[in-house]
């Protein structure tokens, strides 16, 4: 988009474009989402930036109406250089354990220097600084929308200290925390937030989806809502999230034990119910490829699993068996193996479970048993690992059960599981088109594909 088009989205305050721009206006020395409620300003008087922080750079203060804070996140396909984007993906995914630019750059593979002058030629910002706002709008968040007292949201936004807190967002949002909340709200143990997407989003083929491969106790699903328990060595809890069409968002009750890893919780339940896509970018770009060989879903989404690891154990149970097959098998293992801290809540196995079970409950050959328990050593082994081709090496996981984890354990968009027989038997019903030039979005390919045998 350029600045024409940003002029025509301004106008037509269509939640299409929301998040993928934001307007200044220099009368009033505010930057808006292109949605806001406020009153149409002059063409004269207003200023476009892609990014937030760029506004927020050149002086201006979010908006109290729209608030800029909380519109659907960037696409993770935007054209800009790969280092770069991954650098900005690793700071937007987890507040609560700041790296080192020399942490981040070996983490990416190159010299610190040259991740800082990369960040800052395509996004305008140095890695610091955009790592301190992204904390401040977060924070901003959670004080117009949560009862969590300020303290508790200082170091839900990856802040050592009340003081550095209050002295970061009086310079980067230019107010006091203490002035965002109008009113004190009783203290509750839920956390209550809304979570925006760019409509249309399909939630009857998302519903549809998961409840075929819900497993109980661990999710639960309403006609309306989606909801699961989550585990880490750091924290544990659960979310339920409310789909509201008329709101363009869902809204999220979340309990968890340690509320400073709330932002990466949130990134994941972003990530699970695939709310920062641009369907109708993904859907424009497909329907240019495919010559008509299907017909599209409108607002298809990617389904995505909590973690890596639960998705490569649910993609070995599924191998070579039914969709109602794998649930079972799934089922049976949280079953015996879930991990049951309380009377309340159970959680997936954990790598450490399913490693030291003989998996006995299984009637399956021990190849596939060994297979489970080789990818549950490996990731006792490896718990931070993050290419999933690594998993190649493992006997009895094979290029089929690593694409899977990585279409839903890490929602990558671009991840065409051309070996699945329900792909098989769609592509074959339909004349042939080169799925090569549906990249970058042959993952939503993917679930189109389905699609066509429901």
Same mark, same amino acid.
């Given at each position: ?30 930057? #808006? ?9 002059? /063409? +004269?008087?207003?200023?476009?930036? =892609? ?17 800029p804070d909380s519109a659907p996140g960037s ?25 080192? #630019? ?25 890695? !610091? ?7 401040? +709008? ?5 004080? *117009? /929308? ?6 508790? &949201? ?5 802040? $050592? ?10 310079? *980067? ?30 939630? =009857? ?26 585990? !880490?060595?750091?924290? *544990? ?25 709330? +932002?990466?919780?949130?990134? &994941? &339940?972003?990530?699970?119910l695939d709310l920062d896509a641009d369907t ?10 495919? $010559?008509?060989?299907? @017909? ?31 649930? $079972? ?5 949280? @079953? ?23 998996? @006995? ?8 048993? $060994? ?7 490996? #990731? ?15 006997? %009895? &996981? ?10 839903? %354990? ?21 004349? +042939?088109?080169?799925?090569? @030039? #549906? ?12 699609? *066509?045998?429901?």
């Open positions: 988009m350029d600045t024409r088009h940003w002029q025509h989205a301004r106008q037509s305050r269509d939640h299409r474009f929301d998040g993928l721009f934001f307007i200044a206006v220099k009368s009033t020395g505010i930057y #808006c989402r292109p949605i806001c409620p406020a009153p149409t300003a002059k /063409e +004269h008087n207003v200023e476009y930036y =892609q990014y937030a922080h760029s506004a927020a750079q050149a002086g201006f203060r979010p908006c109290i109406r729209c608030r696409s993770a396909w935007q054209g800009v250089k790969t280092t770069a984007l991954r650098a900005k993906q690793l700071l937007d995914s987890n507040f609560s354990e700041p790296q080192s #630019c020399e942490k981040l750059a070996d983490r990416l593979g190159v010299t610190s220097r040259y991740l800082r002058r990369l960040f800052s030629q395509h996004f305008g910002i140095s890695i !610091t600084q955009y790592r301190i706002f992204n904390q401040c +709008h977060f924070a901003k968040r959670l004080l *117009q /929308e949560t009862s969590l007292p300020i303290a508790d &949201i200082a170091f839900a936004a990856g802040f $050592n200290s009340i003081r550095r807190f209050n002295d970061a967002f009086l310079q *980067q949002l230019h107010i006091c925390p203490s002035k965002m909340r109008t009113s004190v709200k009783p203290s509750e143990s839920t956390i209550k937030l809304k979570l925006p997407f760019r409509p249309p989003y399909n939630w =009857q083929a998302l519903h549809q989806f998961l409840a075929k491969r819900l497993i109980t106790p661990i999710e639960w699903l309403t006609e309306c809502s989606y909801g699961r328990s989550f585990k !880490t060595e750091l924290y *544990q809890g659960q979310f339920t999230a409310r789909f509201e069409q008329e709101k363009h968002c869902f809204l999220v009750e979340i309990e968890i034990s340690e509320p400073r890893y709330l +932002h990466p919780v949130l990134m &994941i &339940i972003r990530r699970v109708t970018l993904i859907e424009s770009h497909l329907d240019e490829h495919i $010559n008509d060989a299907i @017909s599209l879903t409108k607002g298809l989404r990617l389904p995505g699993i909590w973690s890596s690891f639960e998705a490569g154990i649910r993609a070995v149970l599924g191998q070579q068996v039914s969709v109602t097959a794998a649930h $079972n098998l799934v089922a049976l293992l949280v @079953s015996e193996l879930g991990d049951k801290q309380d009377n309340e809540h159970i959680y997936f196995p954990t790598p450490d479970a399913v490693a030291a079970s003989e998996l @006995s409950f299984f009637k399956m050959p021990q190849a596939r048993k $060994n297979a489970l328990r080789n990818l549950a050593e490996f #990731c006792v082994q490896h718990p931070h690992c993050e290419d999933l081709d690594e998993w190649l090496e493992l006997k %009895g &996981i094979g290029p089929w059960t690593v694409n899977y984890a990585k279409l839903r %354990g890490q929602s990558q968009p671009d991840i065409l599981l051309d070996g699945d027989l329900g792909v098989k038997k769609a592509q074959a019903s339909a004349p +042939h088109f080169d799925t090569d @030039s #549906c990249s970058p979005f042959r993952s939503y390919l993917t679930f189109q594909l389905w699609q *066509q045998l429901v």
